[in-house]
């Protein structure tokens, strides 16, 4: 079956706008997940979804940074007024249940100018 | 918080046997996973230890040592395709994983 798909593959901003980043999970999964990885470091875990709502949005970085699922579907990752530190590749996982393996898409890879 | 190590690079040659080390200090343990990933490619499951001992799975095994917070990820008969990054990930509680910044395997022939 389908995997984890991602868009855009690849974003340039200027700094200062703001962007969206789309995960289409896997489907039947509950659980939805968006980390960070930064050049050289591990992923960061940002936040959790399980169906729709997002018990743990301990990760996200500032107040710039919100997400939200509809149903048990599509996630956007939204980043206001980005700055340079936020270039990153921003993957999202899912999961058939929390408990269960995470399974990643390709990720969207973010270029702050 | 959390501190997980791996190394940052390792050169094997190809047919060899690999082995790379995690040790992790967390606050809670409820599993480690290992993920490979590909130059630009989405992390892939490799393997899962909630338990000590070894998991087997084809060419590659992962081991865990809960009370020494160690885990290895052993890969046998080394393909050119095993050159990648190898993720150790702890997950403490819940569901979140917590990376370690994973080790860049370079298979040589």
């Known amino acids: 079956g389908a995997g984890v798909s991602q868009s855009p593959s690849n974003k340039v901003t200027e700094k200062g706008k703001d962007v969206e980043l789309r995960c289409d999970p896997i489907s039947g999964h509950t659980a939805l997940y968006w980390y960070r990885q930064r050049l050289g470091q591990g992923l960061e875990f940002l936040i959790y979804f399980q169906g729709n709502s997002a018990p743990d949005k301990s990760g996200l970085p500032s107040d710039r940074f919100s997400a939200e699922r509809t149903g048990e579907s599509v996630s956007t990752l939204t980043i206001q007024r980005t700055q340079q530190e936020d270039s990153a590749v921003y993957l999202c996982a899912s999961s058939n249940d929390p408990q269960e393996t995470q399974y990643f898409g390709p990720g969207t890879r973010l270029l702050v100018l | 918080g959390q501190n997980i190590d791996q190394p940052t690079e390792m050169t094997a040659t190809e047919g060899a046997i690999v082995q790379i080390n995690c040790t992790y200090q967390?606050?809670?343990?409820?599993?480690l996973f290992w993920y490979q990933q590909h130059a630009g490619e989405a992390p892939t499951f490799l393997s899962y230890n909630v338990l000590d001992g070894l998991e087997e799975k084809g060419r590659f095994s992962s081991f865990l040592s809960r009370s020494k917070g160690y885990s290895y990820l052993l890969l046998k008969e080394l393909q050119m395709k095993d050159s990648a990054s190898y993720l150790c990930a702890v997950r403490e509680a819940g569901y979140a994983l917590n990376f370690g910044k994973g080790t860049s395997l370079l298979v040589t022939p």
């Open positions: 967390t606050s809670g343990f409820n599993g």
